[in-house]
T-cell receptor, first 113, second 110 residues
Framework: DSGVTQTPKHLITATGQRVTLRCSPR?????VYWYQQSLDQGLQFLIQ???????AKGNILERFSAQQFPDLHSELNLSSLELGDSALYFC????????????FGPGTRLTVT | GQNIDQPTEMTATEGAIVQINCTYQ??????LFWYQQHAGEAPTFLSY????GLEEKGRFSSFLSRSKGYSYLLLKELQMKDSASYLC???????????FGSGTRLQVQP
């Protein structure tokens, strides 16, 4: 158990819908990272927040957005869902703003039908 | 941009030694990481190299050559539970987020 929690574990929804994925980092960690892992793309970095502020941006679509709240939990919002958005979404946390060692949550498996 | 290459699949025998290679190209290098990921589970951190040389941690060792853009993960005394994907990832000086390779799926056979 990494100490990072993610909810929900599974999510099934239809195309065009909007969903919110939630992540709570390890106690004391200030950085949260979001990754998408699909079968054909591998693990892709989406976005990083550090202490409430956006720190780095990766291959995140405009339909996706994220935020980190004052209690340091983070949410990833996915809208206008497409079939290709079906994937495992991982959240990771680290103590500092840099990615020296990241601890991954169990992931949310999103299925878009 | 960054480019990371590692073999797609490898097979090895229980008790043996296996070396998983990773080559990378990056505009600014700030460290190389190895993660282990069992199917359907979260990646778990194995090692971090930022300077050239070998880092040893139990049955696992990781090597880095920055001038060659090359790293390897060495797994000794292989066990069946080592069957997993091994992900090579690079952190760059600019963004400092991790870019992952596609992973090497290792199958350990009896």
């Amino acid at each position: 158990d990494s100490g990072v929690t993610q909810t929900p574990k599974h999510l099934i929804t239809a195309t065009g819908q909007r969903v919110t994925l939630r992540c709570s980092p390890r106690s004391g960690d200030l950085s949260v990272y979001w990754y998408q892992q699909s079968l054909d793309q591998g693990l892709q970095f989406l976005i990083q927040y550090y202490n409430g502020e956006e720190r780095a941006k990766g291959n995140i679509l405009e339909r996706f957005s994220a935020q980190q709240f004052p209690d340091l939990h983070s949410e990833l919002n996915l809208s206008s869902l497409e079939l290709g958005d079906s994937a495992l979404y991982f959240c990771a946390s680290s103590a500092s703003a840099y990615s020296y060692e990241q601890y991954f949550g169990p992931g949310t498996r999103l299925t878009v039908t | 941009g960054q480019n990371i290459d590692q073999p797609t699949e490898m097979t090895a025998t229980e008790g043996a030694i296996v070396q998983i290679n990773c080559t990378y190209q990056t505009s600014g290098f700030n460290g190389l990481f190895w993660y282990q990921q069992h199917a359907g589970e979260a990646p778990t951190f194995l090692s971090y190299n930022v300077l050239d040389g070998l880092e040893e941690k139990g049955r696992f060792s990781s090597f880095l050559s920055r001038s060659k853009g090359y790293s390897y993960l060495l797994l000794k005394e292989l066990q069946m539970k080592d069957s997993a994907s091994y992900l090579c990832a690079v952190s760059d000086t600019g963004r400092r987020a991790l870019t992952f390779g596609s992973g090497t799926r290792l199958q350990v056979q009896p």
